[in-house]
């Protein structure tokens, strides 16, 4: 299940490439920019004392990678995991890795530039600050996550 994305580009002469997953009935997308690879879920090692979105650390080839619960993060219920769960390995300019974990991966679509469109200023409307973008596609209205600050608030 592990995809490696060597290329860093996320812009195409066509628009920006975008990787879709589902959390519960809704679906999110993030840049392909931010993604290394995408594993199943394996042992998390617990560590005490962190905040209760973190999950915990796994080991990728050596290297010890944090992983945040998107459920948690978003201040939703957790659920077991299947075999469709996955965590999703971010990777930052910095060279900082940090695993997501996700409901279920959906697809990799390239969105048009004019479907691209900020958030809505109201506190009520945009409540959570992790939302990036909103896409409007033929299939439904879809949300842009913002990585650094998912990651770094």
Same mark, same amino acid.
Request: glycine residues 8%.
């Given at each position: 299940?592990?995809?490696?994305?060597?290329a860093?580009?996320? +812009?195409?002469?066509?628009?920006? %490439?975008?990787?879709f997953?589902?959390?519960?009935?809704?679906? +999110? /997308?993030? %840049?392909?920019? +931010? =993604?290394?690879?995408?594993?199943? =879920? %394996? #042992? =998390?090692? &617990?560590?005490p004392?962190?905040p %209760?979105h973190?999950? /915990?650390?796994?080991? $990728?080839? /050596?290297?010890?990678?944090?992983?945040?619960?998107?459920?948690?993060?978003?201040?939703?219920?957790?659920?077991? !995991?299947d075999?469709?769960? *996955?965590?999703?390995?971010? @990777?930052?300019?910095?060279g900082? #890795? &940090?695993?997501?974990?996700?409901?279920?991966? #959906? @697809?990799? $679509?390239?969105v048009? #530039?004019?479907?691209i469109?900020?958030?809505?200023?109201?506190?009520? &409307?945009?409540?959570?600050? !992790?939302?990036?973008?909103?896409?409007?596609? @033929?299939? /439904?209205?879809?949300?842009?996550?913002? *990585?650094?600050?998912? =990651?770094?608030?």
């Amino acid at each position: 299940m592990a995809e490696n994305n060597t290329a860093k580009t996320t +812009y195409t002469a066509d628009g920006t %490439e975008v990787l879709f997953f589902s959390i519960g009935e809704t679906i +999110y /997308g993030i %840049e392909i920019k +931010y =993604i290394n690879e995408i594993i199943g =879920i %394996e #042992q =998390i090692t &617990v560590v005490p004392k962190i905040p %209760e979105h973190i999950k /915990g650390v796994i080991n $990728i080839r /050596g290297k010890v990678v944090p992983v945040i619960s998107v459920r948690k993060r978003f201040g939703m219920e957790e659920i077991p !995991y299947d075999d469709r769960t *996955c965590i999703i390995v971010l @990777e930052f300019e910095d060279g900082n #890795q &940090v695993g997501i974990i996700v409901d279920r991966v #959906q @697809e990799v $679509i390239v969105v048009k #530039q004019g479907d691209i469109s900020k958030t809505p200023d109201s506190k009520s &409307v945009n409540a959570n600050r !992790y939302i990036k973008s909103i896409i409007n596609m @033929e299939s /439904g209205i879809r949300l842009l996550l913002d *990585c650094d600050k998912l =990651i770094m608030d």
